[in-house]
C-alpha cells in the first residue's frame, strides 16, 4: 500500500564528519493539536526519534509554524514541516504512516473526561474524516479526551468512509500504565522502567484497571486498604495533576512523554520488529465491550494480536465489573454521534 511504504534513510552529513544513519526505515509521522500543551513536548521527543523522518506539525494555533521552525533547528535527522487551520491539513495528512491526536480541550478542576466529548467529538471527527480520504492506512493513535468515546468515533467515520481497519486505530493509554510504574517503583525502591503493569479497561476514573496482582516486580504493599488506596491513586492520577494546574490544563509533560513512547512501539511494530508489546484502547471481542485496553502486540499493519487480560484476583475482577457499564455506555455515546 502506497500509505504504508517507508521512507528510504538518506545519508547527510555534518561538517566534515561523514556519517550515514543506520538503514532502518523511517516514517512520517503526523501530529494533529501540535503546538498545545501535549503537542509540543510530544513533537519534541519524536524530532528525537530515530525511526522518525518527517514530522508534520498541525494545528489551528496561528504560531504552529513557528513551533515547526523551532522544532526544525534541533540538530537531528528528521524534517519538520508545520502546518496550519483547515486548508493546510490535507497536505500535512497526506502519506502518513502514523497520526497522533492530542487536538482538543484539556480538564479544569471539577470536570471529569465525559465533559469534554461536545467540544473533543467533533474534532477527532473532522481529523479522522480528513484520514479516511487522505492516508486510509494510517495508524492513528488518539490522546483526545474521552478516549474512551474518541476511537468509537475514529472507528465509526472510518466504517462510513469504507476504510475502517480495527488494527490501525488506538486509544493511548500509556500515561496509566507510566504513572503505575512510577508509583510502584517508588513503593518498591526501583527504577520505575524496570516495572511491568498492564493496565486494561479505558481511560477515565473507574475505566481504569491496574492489574496488580500481575505487576513485575509485585509491588511491597500486602494490606488490602493499601492496595485500594494505589489502585484509586492510579485511576485519580489525571485528577491530581489537573488540580495542582489549577486551571491551566491536564497532564502535558508526561502525556508528551508517554504519547512519544507509544508512538515508537507503533513504528517499532510497523518496521516489522516482532514482540513489540504495549497496553491499549482498541476494538476488542476480549470483554463484551466493543473497545478494551490490555496488551497489544504490534506489528506491519497495527495490532498483530491481541494478547486480552490474562487472570485477574477477585478485586481485580470487581474492578471489572464496576468499570463495565460505564465503559459501554462511554462506547455508545461515540457511536451515536457519529450515526
Ligand atoms: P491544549 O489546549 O494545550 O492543546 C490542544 C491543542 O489542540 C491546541 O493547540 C489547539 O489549538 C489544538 N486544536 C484544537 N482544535 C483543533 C483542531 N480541530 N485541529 C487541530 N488542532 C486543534 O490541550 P492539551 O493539554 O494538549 O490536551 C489535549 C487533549 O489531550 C485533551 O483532550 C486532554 O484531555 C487530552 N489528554 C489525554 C491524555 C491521555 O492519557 N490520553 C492525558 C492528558 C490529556
Same mark, same amino acid.
Given at each position: 500500500?502506497?500509505?504504508?511504504?517507508?521512507?528510504?534513510?538518506? *545519508?547527510?552529513?555534518?561538517?566534515? +564528519? &561523514?556519517?550515514?544513519?543506520? =538503514?532502518?526505515?523511517? %516514517?512520517? @509521522?503526523?501530529?494533529?493539536?501540535?503546538?498545545?500543551?501535549?503537542?509540543?513536548?510530544?513533537?519534541?521527543?519524536?524530532?528525537?526519534?530515530?525511526?522518525?523522518?518527517?514530522?508534520?506539525?498541525?494545528?489551528?494555533?496561528?504560531?504552529?509554524?513557528?513551533?515547526?521552525?523551532?522544532?526544525?533547528?534541533?540538530?537531528?535527522?528528521?524534517k519538520v514541516l508545520g502546518y496550519r487551520g483547515p486548508d493546510e491539513l490535507p497536505s500535512a495528512i497526506a502519506d502518513a504512516h502514523v497520526v497522533v491526536i492530542p487536538a482538543g480541550v484539556p480538564r479544569k478542576p471539577g470536570m471529569t473526561r465525559d465533559d469534554l466529548f461536545n467540544v473533543?467529538?467533533?474534532?477527532?471527527?473532522?481529523?479522522?474524516?480528513?484520514?479516511?480520504?487522505?492516508?486510509?492506512?494510517?495508524?492513528?493513535?488518539?490522546?483526545?479526551?474521552?478516549?474512551?468515546?474518541?476511537?468509537?468515533? *475514529?472507528?465509526?467515520?472510518?466504517? +462510513? &468512509?469504507?476504510?475502517?481497519? =480495527?488494527?490501525?486505530? %488506538?486509544? @493511548?493509554?500509556?500515561?496509566?500504565?507510566?504513572?503505575?510504574?512510577?508509583?510502584?517503583?517508588?513503593?518498591?525502591?526501583?527504577?520505575?522502567?524496570?516495572?511491568?503493569?498492564?493496565?486494561?479497561?479505558?481511560?477515565?476514573?473507574?475505566?481504569?484497571?491496574?492489574?496488580?496482582?500481575?505487576?513485575?516486580?509485585?509491588?511491597?504493599?500486602?494490606?488490602?486498604?493499601?492496595?485500594?488506596?494505589?489502585?484509586?491513586?492510579?485511576?485519580?492520577?489525571?485528577?491530581?495533576?489537573?488540580?495542582?494546574?489549577?486551571?491551566?490544563?491536564?497532564?502535558?509533560?508526561?502525556?508528551?512523554?508517554?504519547?512519544?513512547?507509544?508512538?515508537?512501539?507503533?513504528?517499532?511494530?510497523?518496521?516489522?520488529?516482532?514482540?513489540?508489546?504495549?497496553?491499549?484502547?482498541?476494538?476488542?471481542?476480549?470483554?463484551?465491550?466493543?473497545?478494551?485496553?490490555?496488551?497489544?502486540?504490534?506489528?506491519?499493519?497495527?495490532?498483530?494480536?491481541?494478547?486480552?487480560?490474562?487472570?485477574?484476583?477477585?478485586?481485580?475482577?470487581?474492578?471489572?465489573?464496576?468499570?463495565?457499564?460505564?465503559?459501554?455506555?462511554?462506547?455508545?455515546?461515540?457511536?451515536?454521534?457519529?450515526?
Open positions: 500500500s502506497r500509505a504504508l511504504r517507508p521512507i528510504a534513510t538518506v *545519508a547527510f552529513q555534518n561538517g566534515a +564528519k &561523514n556519517f550515514s544513519t543506520s =538503514p532502518e526505515m523511517q %516514517f512520517k @509521522v503526523m501530529v494533529a493539536g501540535a503546538a498545545g500543551g501535549i503537542g509540543q513536548p510530544l513533537s519534541l521527543l519524536l524530532k528525537m526519534d530515530p525511526l522518525v523522518s518527517t514530522l508534520a506539525l498541525y494545528d489551528l494555533a496561528p504560531f504552529t509554524p513557528g513551533v515547526a521552525a523551532d522544532l526544525s533547528h534541533m540538530d537531528t535527522p528528521s473533543n467529538a467533533s474534532i477527532v471527527r473532522d481529523l479522522t474524516q480528513c484520514i479516511a480520504v487522505h492516508a486510509p492506512k494510517a495508524m492513528i493513535c488518539i490522546i483526545t479526551n474521552p478516549v474512551n468515546s474518541m476511537v468509537p468515533i *475514529a472507528s465509526e467515520v472510518m466504517k +462510513k &468512509n469504507g476504510v475502517y481497519d =480495527p488494527n490501525r486505530i %488506538f486509544g @493511548v493509554t500509556t500515561l496509566d500504565i507510566v504513572r503505575s510504574r512510577t508509583f510502584i517503583g517508588q513503593i518498591n525502591g526501583v527504577d520505575p522502567k524496570t516495572v511491568k503493569i498492564p493496565v486494561i479497561g479505558g481511560h477515565s476514573g473507574v475505566t481504569i484497571i491496574p492489574v496488580l496482582s500481575q505487576c513485575k516486580p509485585a509491588p511491597q504493599i500486602q494490606e488490602q486498604a493499601k492496595i485500594d488506596a494505589l489502585t484509586k491513586r492510579i485511576q485519580e492520577a489525571g485528577t491530581e495533576v489537573v488540580k495542582a494546574k489549577a486551571g491551566a490544563g491536564s497532564a502535558t509533560l508526561s502525556m508528551g512523554w508517554s504519547g512519544a513512547m507509544f508512538t515508537h512501539s507503533v513504528l517499532r511494530g510497523l518496521k516489522g520488529e516482532e514482540n513489540v508489546v504495549e497496553c491499549a484502547y482498541v476494538k476488542s471481542d476480549v470483554t463484551e465491550a466493543k473497545y478494551f485496553a490490555n496488551p497489544i502486540c504490534f506489528g506491519k499493519n497495527g495490532i498483530a494480536k491481541n494478547l486480552g487480560y490474562g487472570q485477574l484476583n477477585a478485586y481485580e475482577q470487581k474492578l471489572l465489573q464496576i468499570a463495565m457499564p460505564e465503559l459501554k455506555k462511554n462506547i455508545e455515546k461515540g457511536e451515536k454521534f457519529v450515526k
